[in-house]
Structures are given as C-alpha cells and as structure tokens.
C-alpha cells in the first residue's frame, strides 16, 4: 500500500512569512496526525484529527498555527507568521482504527522547515 | 502519560543480536508498548507493539516482562542500515490514543 504523503520536502521561508504543508494518509486511514520535531529531540503532536473532527490540539499554538481536514482524508498544516522557533521536521502520521490502542501510527518523510 | 526511560545511546556489532532496553514502570493494564525508529532525514518507522505476550515480526522480537515494567527490543542480526534512533513508546490510553516521543536510544551499528 501507499505510505503516508507530504509535500513540500523542503521549505525555507523568512520570519512573519506564511507557509503550508500538505499531507495525504494512507487510505481509509480514520485518524490523521501532525507532529513537530526539532532538531535532536522527539516529535511532538500538535493536532489529531479523527475523520474531519479534531480530536487532540492541546499542544497546537493557535495563535499562528491552524489545520484543517476537509472531506476526512487530505489535510494541511498552515503557520502564519512564522517564527524562527519554528523551524522544524513537520511530520504527518496516520493510523487505521479509532479509538484503539492496537492500530500502529504510520508516518510520512516530513517537511523540513526553516525559517530565517 | 506512562514513562519511558531509554539509555541515550548504545552501539552494537554488526551481524550481532542488539538488545535495546525500556523501562516503563508506570505503565496501566491496557496500555501498549510500541517501538519505533528513526534513520536519518525520514519518518519514524513503525516496528511492533504489544501488550502481555513476547511479539515478533520479521523485524524484530518485543520482550516483554511478567510485571511489564519493562520491555527488550531484539534486533536478531544488526545490519549497518538499523543504524537509528530508537523509541520506546506507551501509548496513552486517554481520548486519541497518541504517541508521546521520549528522546529514545541512538543506536549505532558498527561493521
């Protein structure tokens, strides 16, 4: 099966620019994820989206980060300004099942951003 | 979230068995043990969970203690490529079942 899609690669931008990522799941994959990881720690959630409804955005800095998941499949991740803090890997994920804890994660290659 | 506790990094021999280390002491009746990598410049990669019983794909062998306090991740023959960072992660048993990332164990395999 396909993998997890996520487009643009690469990114730079200057600080209090805009920018968006793209992300196409694994079809018929319910639950869709954004993580940031910065350089040399963990990913991080910022949002979980289970079909179209947001399920998890605690740690989503809403002031300058917004998602969306039309439809339930596709969804992009959009940062606006952007700050130099936020250069990072933006990496989608997707799992099949809700509400299960036995359905893995599958993640994409990411977008690397940096913003100068 | 349960905790995880990984060594920050290991190295191991090349056609060896490596044997990675997890504690998670904190862990509740129904929550999963998962383990991922990351190889440089990609996503994580999913390699297996489980929840009571030993598992094992044709990646890996999941060892998991009686009590599970703690687990073994078995990587049966290290090649170069497994080269990565390794994740030991609980998985929440709240609302949206995520995956909460630790620092893991960077694991480098040597010829």
């Known amino acids: 099966e396909a993998g997890v899609a996520q487009s643009p690669r690469y990114k730079i931008i200057e600080k209090r620019q805009s920018v968006a990522f793209w992300c196409n799941p694994i079809?018929?994959?319910?639950?869709l994820y954004w993580y940031q990881q910065i350089l040399g720690q963990g990913p991080k959630l910022l949002i979980q989206?289970?079909?179209?409804?947001?399920?998890?955005d605690s740690q989503l800095p809403k002031d300058r980060f917004s998602a969306e998941r039309l439809k339930g499949v596709d969804s992009t991740l959009k940062i606006q300004p952007a700050k130099l803090e936020d250069s990072a890997v933006y990496l989608c994920?997707?799992?099949?099942?809700?509400?299960?804890?036995?359905?893995?994660?599958?993640f994409g290659n990411g977008t690397r951003l940096t913003v100068t | 979230d349960a905790k995880t506790t990984q060594p920050p990094s290991m190295d191991c021999a090349e056609g060896r068995a490596a044997n990675l280390p997890c504690n998670h002491s904190?862990?509740?009746?129904?929550?999963?043990v998962y383990w991922y990598r990351q190889i440089h410049s990609q996503g994580p990669q999913y390699i297996i969970h489980?929840?009571?019983n030993n598992e094992t794909n044709e990646m890996a062998s999941l060892i998991i203690t009686e009590d599970r306090k703690s687990s073994t991740l078995i990587l049966p023959h290290a090649t170069l490529r497994d080269t990565a960072v390794y994740y030991c992660?609980?998985?929440?048993?709240?609302?949206?079942?995520?995956?909460?990332f630790g620092g893991g164990t960077r694991v480098l395999v040597k010829p």
């Open positions: 994920a997707s799992s099949w099942d809700v509400g299960s804890y036995n359905s893995p994660l599958h």
């Open positions: 079809s018929g994959h319910a639950t």
């Open positions: 989206f289970q079909n179209n409804g947001v399920v998890d």
């Open positions: 904190t862990i509740s009746g129904n929550e999963y």
């Open positions: 489980g929840l009571k």
């Open positions: 992660i609980v998985r929440v048993g709240a609302a949206g079942n995520k995956l909460t």
